[in-house]
């Protein structure tokens, strides 16, 4: 079992950067790959970004590219989303997610929800114009 912690959401103004955490207990993060989702008011909860077990490989969804960044700190069985030029469509409930899958099979499936078997609670982030 692996409990998962969202930290780091909160209101910004547009043009602004937030930085959340996934925070990991239970087990070693590193045996996992980790995403990120994000669930808007009404909407369904779309694909953000990914990353590998050990870090080397990352995906992101087309509307995040080159504002957000995911990393990983195993030392810390930590994985954290920096966002910058946030934008108000950003605004959502996001959460991070792992799952046992690696290699080529989470690289063709990273944004597939169903393929995470453990979630954190979601942390709120609010962008405003």
């Known amino acids: 079992q692996v409990q998962l912690v969202d930290t780091g959401g909160g209101l910004v103004s547009a043009g602004g950067s937030l930085r959340l955490s996934c925070a990991a207990s239970g087990r070693t993060l590193s045996s996992f790959a980790v995403g990120w989702f994000r669930q808007a008011p009404g909407k369904e909860r779309e694909f953000v970004a990914g990353i590998s077990q050990s870090g080397s490989s990352t995906y992101y969804a087309d509307s995040v590219k080159g504002r957000f960044t995911i990393s990983r700190d195993n030392a810390k069985n930590t994985v954290y989303l920096q966002m910058n030029s946030l934008k108000p469509e950003d605004t959502a409930v996001y959460f991070c997610?792992?799952?046992?899958?690696?290699?080529?099979?989470?690289?063709?499936?990273?944004?597939?929800?169903?393929?995470?078997?453990?979630w954190g609670q979601g942390t709120q982030v609010t962008v405003s114009s």
């Open positions: 997610a792992a799952t046992g899958r690696g290699g080529p099979r989470y690289r063709i499936s990273s944004s597939n929800a169903n393929i995470y078997e453990y």
